[in-house]
């Protein structure tokens, strides 16, 4: 099937592009409450499920061990900017768990940020600190160490934490997770395509706790109330996922990732989403995630206001001149 | 109408993302060769005509009048990658012009070029010398001196200046650009949307000179072999514009635009060729152009093996491991 058009990109008066893309929203006990496009079709999460891949560090004692705070937990569920407080929680991860950098093998890329990329230029270039995925990793080394097992093959598919993470990811979403539907993250860890409806069933399940052993709920809790508590180390300054747990603490949690994935929850309402945009564009699935929870969280006036420049984001250029605007489908309004 | 897939994003052996568009290849006498999608629909050319927006600084007698050499004609069809040779370029351009940096009214935005991003991060952050479209600001205020006109307002639709511009373009689209499809470009010049059909026609007729005035026919000869003989000055280090200009000299004019937009000619064929990623991915359009070269242009052995990383590149991730590629639809190979 041809997923619909979810995303205009209007300039002046006229369409320029336009983003196809499936949304699924659904309850813990895995019913969809609302769908667009093709729910069924295998997707990669990507970088949207690094909460449900933090969950085993959490579940396993291994944060505790080494005396994790909520900031190194949302750290560990963060595709960070590369800011120097990233940078330098990530170390204290590694510290903690007594590795050294040249530990973690997420590879190296320029932070995100403008300002801190700069700043890493002067700095003589990046390091895997920088990297979006740093924290993650750093997660993934200290359950290494809590398990006993060894800390250099840590990312690859057969190293006992990858298994782990594998059969939590099974777990949550109810899909098999064979080789045929494995591939290599941008960061080098294994990622497995999963129907988008099964993804939203995982996050309802995270969102809840409902559906899970009382061992993984109670984790799924603690890394969603460091999430809530610590937002600004899911993402960075100015960043989607920041902001918006920055102003809906528990009520959301939200999470981007790569080739336009969001995955998200609404605890109070029971309920998990997932969008892909069908050709990976990050700024129409992030305005479609703004637009799921607009419609499906109660929202004040004020709350209201605040989501509304993402979900329809106005488009500026070099000089700041408004140029056009992001045109949500009438489906998801 | 639906465009097609043009291109699949795999991840592994599954495919992640999917890009549509349309692909439309015309001959000077505006009749349509081959194409793909709705080439009907009006799409913004971006900065895929700024060879054609170069024409009335060399008509006029604007580029002659102020010495611009071969560097300078390139970096007016430019976007470049802010390295410090373009930098220099442009600021030759304004020297020559008797004008100061603060003359660009293009905006200021990070080089492209991660090296010289680095470089301008340590010298202070980047000026509008480093905006891609730098070069085409200064051949636009080198025109509105030789005219005579104010520079202040250069880059306002109704200056003078886009008035002749947008003459220009009439002239190789046979299209009426008029308000309604008039918006503001990313560096505040005025963009006109027309048909991609409209778009390859007056590429073919800019790559050959047919249908074209004398004056104006030379103007596009002299444009092209300045691209030619200088296409490290149309974009930059590794990027492909400057690689195919590289390698095919005369042969092939291609010239990227925003929201995945792609322009080129192939004079020996007396064809141009327009193309537009409807979700505004530039990877996909860069493949698709790829692919179309690779159909059109008759090629020897090593040719079609030096284009074939284009049109299915391999996709590696932060360690250098290949973790996909592009697959080309089988309508394009």
Chains 1, 2 share one sequence.
């Not at 940078?87 to 890329?109: I, P, Q």
């Not at 997932?274 to 004040?300: E, T």
């Amino acid at each position: 099937m041809t997923n619909p058009i979810l995303v205009e990109v209007m300039r002046g008066a006229v369409v320029e592009s336009r983003h196809r893309g499936a949304v699924a929203v659904a309850d813990a006990a895995g019913r969809t409450v609302f769908c667009l496009g093709d729910i069924a079709v295998p997707v990669f999460p990507r970088s949207a499920i690094k909460a449900l891949q933090a969950l085993p560090l959490v579940e396993e004692g291994a944060a505790d061990r080494y005396g994790f705070g909520e900031e190194e937990l949302a750290l560990a569920c963060a595709s960070h900017s590369g800011e120097p407080a990233h940078v330098a929680g990530v170390e204290s991860m590694l510290a903690k768990t007594g590795l050294a950098v040249s530990a973690l093998r997420c590879g190296v890329h320029w932070p995100m940020a403008q300002d801190a990329a700069a700043a890493a230029a002067r700095a003589g270039g990046p390091s895997a600190l920088h990297n979006n995925c740093s924290g993650k990793h750093a997660g993934f080394l200290c359950l290494a160490c809590a398990m006993g097992v060894d800390t250099a093959d840590y990312f690859r598919p057969e190293h006992p934490v990858q298994s782990h993470v594998r059969a939590v990811l099974e777990d949550l979403t109810g899909v098999t997770l064979d080789r045929e539907v494995c591939a290599i993250d941008g960061c080098s860890v294994p990622t497995w395509a999963m129907p988008l409806g099964r993804l939203a069933h995982g996050f309802a399940k995270f969102g809840t706790g409902h559906g899970l052993a009382p061992q993984r709920a109670r984790a799924a809790a603690r890394l969603r109330e460091a999430c809530a508590r610590q937002p600004w180390f899911v993402a960075g300054t100015g960043r989607f996922c920041t902001e918006i747990m920055q102003r809906f603490g528990r009520r959301v949690f939200v999470k981007t990732g790569a080739e336009g994935v969001y995955c998200g929850a609404l605890p109070e309402q029971g309920l998990g989403i997932a969008v892909k945009c069908d050709d990976g564009a990050g700024r129409a699935a992030q305005a479609i995630m703004a637009a799921v929870i607009a419609r499906f969280l109660p929202l004040d006036a004020a709350a209201r206001a605040a989501l509304e420049p993402f979900i329809r984001p106005v488009l500026r250029n070099w000089n700041g001149f408004e140029v056009g605007a992001l045109r949500m489908s009438e489906a998801l309004t």
